[in-house]
């Protein structure tokens, strides 16, 4: 009973502790998809409506690339050192463009800016902003590259050369090019366009938002309450829900992918829970501390699907894996700002 009681003790003062953490400190390195709007700003406001803290600086001349960001004062931000995470977004149209173009103007520049990240920064992340295909497609180039010529190819292009910087370069990827397209083909009565086909609405500039306050701080955006006065809240609660869906439902997927399983049980002790039988047949039980709840539980599979949810409210909740097929899985478990990550495997 003593020892129970000193866990306890310990898991409570560590969450405490949690609670009264810096703010995250975030470089935004990009340009006028970023600026427009004033992306970093709705990031910040919605992570404060949501109990989280972060604080931020940012570099984003209109249309400058990664080449270009090499030798500016995006170098200098990131040499500085002390960011938890570096946003990095590339150029609108640039890596949508052939192949050899991207392999000479684009990835070798995206490959320096993250080593520049990880060496000054050795406890932060490098995380790059998918952006979205121009509402009628890049018809200027796509004489030269026909798939360009429509939304659907410009926008796959983008995700396809995203993906392969992210895994590539050791880092994330926001995906906001993915919520843009759900909400285009879902949700048409929301415009995510200024009137030139290619800037933000402030609808766009929200969902990015919210993605971001996602990805940067493991949490579900639905518990974000900051609405732009210019933004209609039902529109806002709708971009909320796609948010949900197509990145926190899959975050794992979109992480790092050395921070998507982090091992066995001492990482989810040090974050202040426990979490048995490992390996699991039935039934897995996540314990917390009572300073940690409400808090949640979510369980992937390897492709970062999320195939169980639950709402801690007890320190002791179960999680049926009954129907689940044998194989490894990822359980998160979130609390405010903190979370842990187990790999369980189901026999």
Same mark, same amino acid.
């Given at each position: 009973?003593?020892?129970?009681?000193?866990?306890?003790?310990?898991?409570?003062?560590?969450?405490?502790?949690?609670?009264?953490?810096?703010?995250?400190?975030?470089? !935004?390195?990009?340009?006028?998809?970023?600026?427009? *709007? *004033?992306?970093?700003?709705?990031?910040?406001?919605?992570?404060?409506?949501?109990?989280?803290? /972060?604080? =931020?600086?940012?570099?984003?001349?209109?249309?400058?690339?990664?080449?270009?960001?090499?030798?500016?004062?995006?170098? &200098?931000?990131?040499?500085?050192?002390?960011?938890?995470?570096? $946003?990095?977004?590339? %150029?609108?149209?640039?890596?949508?463009?052939?192949?050899? %173009? $991207?392999?000479?103007?684009?990835?070798?520049?995206?490959?320096?800016?993250?080593?520049?990240?990880?060496?000054?920064?050795?406890?932060?992340?490098? /995380? !790059?902003?998918?952006?979205?295909?121009?509402?009628?497609? @890049?018809?200027?180039?796509?004489?030269?590259?026909?798939?360009?010529? &429509?939304?659907?190819?410009?926008?796959?292009?983008?995700?396809?050369?995203? +993906?392969? +910087?992210?895994?590539? *370069? @050791?880092?994330?990827?926001?995906?906001?090019?993915?919520?843009?397209?759900?909400?285009?083909?879902?949700?048409?009565?929301?415009?995510?366009?200024?009137?030139?086909?290619?800037?933000?609405?402030?609808?766009?500039?929200?969902?990015?938002?919210?993605?971001? =306050?996602?990805?940067?701080?493991?949490?579900?955006?639905?518990?974000? &309450? !900051? &609405?732009?006065?210019?933004?209609?809240?039902?529109?806002?609660?709708?971009?909320?829900?796609?948010?949900?869906?197509?990145?926190?439902?899959?975050?794992?997927?979109?992480?790092?992918? @050395?921070?998507?399983?982090?091992?066995?049980?001492? /990482?989810?002790?040090?974050?202040?829970?426990?979490?048995?039988?490992?390996?699991?047949?039935?039934? $897995?039980?996540?314990? $917390?501390?009572?300073?940690?709840?409400?808090?949640?539980?979510?369980?992937?599979?390897?492709?970062?699907?999320?195939?169980?949810?639950?709402?801690?409210?007890?320190?002791?909740?179960?999680?049926?894996?009954?129907?689940?097929?044998?194989?490894?899985?990822?359980?998160?478990?979130?609390?405010?700002?903190?979370?842990?990550?187990?790999?369980?495997?189901?026999?």
């Amino acid at each position: 009973m003593k020892k129970t009681l000193t866990l306890a003790v310990l898991c409570g003062l560590l969450f405490a502790a949690v609670a009264q953490e810096a703010p995250k400190k975030v470089l !935004f390195i990009g340009n006028s998809y970023t600026e427009v *709007n *004033n992306l970093p700003l709705l990031v910040q406001k919605a992570a404060e409506s949501a109990g989280c803290h /972060m604080t =931020y600086q940012s570099n984003t001349p209109g249309g400058c690339t990664f080449e270009q960001h090499c030798s500016n004062q995006s170098m &200098t931000l990131i040499r500085k050192g002390g960011w938890d995470v570096v $946003v990095l977004q590339e %150029q609108s149209q640039l890596p949508s463009f052939p192949q050899s %173009q $991207v392999e000479a103007e684009c990835l070798p520049f995206a490959a320096e800016l993250v080593d520049s990240v990880y060496a000054c920064n050795p406890d932060g992340e490098a /995380m !790059f902003y998918m952006t979205w295909g121009r509402k009628n497609g @890049d018809s200027r180039n796509a004489q030269y590259f026909p798939v360009l010529g &429509t939304y659907e190819g410009m926008d796959s292009m983008l995700y396809t050369r995203y +993906m392969y +910087m992210a895994r590539e *370069n @050791d880092a994330s990827v926001c995906p906001v090019g993915r919520v843009w397209r759900n909400i285009r083909f879902n949700h048409r009565e929301i415009e995510l366009y200024q009137s030139d086909e290619s800037h933000p609405s402030m609808a766009g500039s929200y969902a990015g938002a919210c993605a971001f =306050y996602t990805m940067i701080f493991h949490s579900n955006p639905n518990e974000i &309450t !900051f &609405t732009p006065e210019e933004l209609d809240p039902e529109q806002a609660a709708t971009i909320r829900g796609v948010v949900e869906r197509v990145v926190f439902d899959s975050l794992s997927f979109w992480l790092r992918q @050395d921070t998507t399983v982090v091992g066995i049980a001492p /990482m989810a002790e040090k974050a202040g829970c426990r979490v048995f039988p490992n390996p699991a047949s039935d039934r $897995v039980t996540v314990c $917390v501390s009572q300073m940690a709840l409400p808090g949640r539980a979510a369980l992937y599979d390897v492709k970062g699907c999320l195939v169980r949810s639950l709402l801690l409210r007890q320190p002791e909740e179960v999680i049926s894996t009954a129907a689940l097929a044998p194989g490894v899985y990822t359980l998160k478990v979130v609390s405010g700002a903190e979370t842990a990550s187990v790999r369980i495997v189901k026999n």
